[in-house]
């Protein structure tokens, strides 16, 4: 039989060649045999093993037969005619939920020039089908009766997770904290832990808040743009006035609270053009204010907006990441954490050896919940008559969902079956797919070659860590390793 190598992506570590076999999502280290084997069989038309063995000095054979097998194992050889494209292999229905991301306000103290929920690339409709105004606040009843919805469609899972989202999360911390607490009650009752999580922009950051936030453990992840230029040019009241001198205090004073008890506390950063570089920016984040962790997304927008990242921006911060990653490494081979969680994300995948056959949690284990709890595929799609998948009341359209995850398979995905990158990728958030395509199911084709060289990065860093220090690599193991859980990580691939 003949056999040829898969879709692989080479890369080197200081200077030991390393491949990535994208089938099976496997890092190997080449040696001298290994790359003997790769380039001989690279050949599309394949070659029979046996007699090249042949061709080698008999002392080589049996190592050769050796690493040609394990190589085979680890998916980077297969016989000639056996199928290229990744499997159709859909996850068992209807799948539990893990995460719930309850959208208690539609409504926002900020007026952020490129916030999704305000501007033309929306996808929520702002009034019912039946052309009434959307509630604007999730009451107490609807935020519990989501969280019964979530210990139901759950079975079989141990501990969930409801993240709180908005708008401004906090203007409606009255449901929040009347679910959390129902929530922890149910959770005891049915033996069944419930971690909590919630994204604001800090501004109503009270000592009320910070205590409630800090006994719950709560995961919160702040929006904040960086240094005082940054955040006030587009995270600004209604008025203009920009938010940086507001937060600052408060975020301070959440830290220091929250240090000694509660869980990493991240900072998001929307990366829009003209801001300060990257590093500049984390460090800010890190050493001035004291975030544990700092995660950076690109602003998802149509190309024709003044604050949109055209490709030169995104090469720049892809020079500002390797800048970054480098210091990541450092620190890990001196034993210590470093919060650039970008890059934390990535190496926890690569080393769980994750293969994605959807780009994120959404509408698998993860919904959003709309104040008036209509379900979504995430936050970004809820109250959006179209990508509805039923109430809390009335539970999950399960035909529904079935036929969007069918349609967004990366099997169904054909540029991306030759992507060395798709097992990390898997074709990109839906959102942005929806904003630059007009459709979820589409591929994000405008960002490959960012992605693959972002992934060729966080390759290089992991496999520097791996040689360098491999003790380090149990911090990828489990989610404890990670920072505070922050939703919208997916985001950050690009
Ligand atoms: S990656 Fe996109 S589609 Fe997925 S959860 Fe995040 S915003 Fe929603
Ligand atoms: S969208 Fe592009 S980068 Fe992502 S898997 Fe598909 S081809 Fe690769």
Redesign the pocket.
């Known amino acids: 039989m003949k056999f040829h190598t898969t879709l692989f992506h080479r890369f080197e570590s200081d200077g030991v060649p390393f491949a990535y076999v994208t089938p099976t999502a496997a890092v190997v280290q080449l040696d001298e045999m290994t790359s003997e084997i790769i380039d001989n069989f690279s050949d599309g038309e394949g070659a029979e093993p046996g007699p090249w063995l042949e061709t080698l000095e008999v002392e080589r054979q049996p190592q050769a037969r050796e690493a040609f097998d394990e190589l085979a194992a680890m998916g980077m050889l297969r016989p000639v005619g056996a199928p290229t494209a990744p499997p159709e292999q859909q996850p068992p229905m209807p799948y539990p939920l893990a995460t719930l991301v309850l959208n208690v306000t539609n409504k926002c103290n900020l007026s952020c020039t490129y916030c999704y929920e305000y501007g033309e690339d929306r996808v929520s409709d702002q009034k019912k089908p039946d052309g009434t105004p959307r509630l604007p606040m999730m009451t107490e009843e609807t935020a519990c009766k989501s969280v019964d919805f979530l210990l139901k469609s759950s079975e079989g899972r141990n501990g969930v997770s409801i993240t709180f989202f908005g708008g401004e999360t906090l203007l409606n911390f009255g449901t929040i904290r009347a679910a959390t607490e129902y929530a922890v009650g149910r959770g005891k009752e049915r033996g069944r832990p419930v971690a909590f999580a919630l994204t604001t922009n800090a501004t109503m950051l009270t000592d009320e808040v910070i205590d409630f936030l800090v006994e719950h453990k709560f995961g919160v992840n702040i929006s904040i743009d960086g240094n005082k230029g940054d955040q006030d040019r587009h995270r600004t009241f209604s008025s203009g006035r920009g938010s940086y001198d507001i937060i600052v205090p408060r975020i301070r004073k959440f830290l220091e609270k929250n240090r000694p008890h509660g869980r990493p506390v991240g900072a998001r950063v929307t990366l829009t053009a003209g801001m300060a570089p990257v590093p500049e920016t984390y460090h800010h984040l890190i050493d001035e204010i004291g975030f544990d962790s700092v995660g950076f997304a690109p602003v998802t927008s149509a190309e024709d907006r003044e604050y949109a990242l055209a490709d030169g921006h995104m090469g720049q911060i892809l020079s500002d990441f390797e800048i970054l990653s480098q210091q990541y490494v450092e620190a890990a081979l001196a034993g210590k954490r470093h919060g650039f969680s970008n890059l934390h994300d990535l190496i926890q995948e690569i080393h769980q050896g994750i293969n994605k056959a959807h780009p994120c949690g959404a509408g698998l284990g993860l919904m959003g919940v709309s104040t008036e709890g209509e379900l979504g595929l995430c936050h970004r799609f809820v109250e959006s008559g179209e990508h509805g998948l039923g109430t809390i009341e009335d539970g999950i359209d399960e035909q529904k969902r079935s036929e969007f995850l069918n349609a967004t398979h990366i099997s169904k ?1 054909i ?2 079956h030759q ?1 060395f ?2 097992p990390h ?4 958030c839906y959102h942005e797919a929806y904003v630059r395509y007009k459709d979820p199911a589409s ?3 405008h960002y ?1 070659e960012w ?2 060289a972002w992934t060729d990065l966080g390759l290089r860093s992991y496999a520097a860590i791996a040689q360098g220090n491999p003790e380090f690599l149990r911090n990828y193991e489990s989610a404890s390793g990670a920072p505070a859980p922050v939703i919208e990580k997916d985001e950050v691939n690009r």
């Open positions: 995905k540029p991306c992507c990158a798709r990728c898997s074709g990109g591929p994000n084709l490959c992605i693959r």
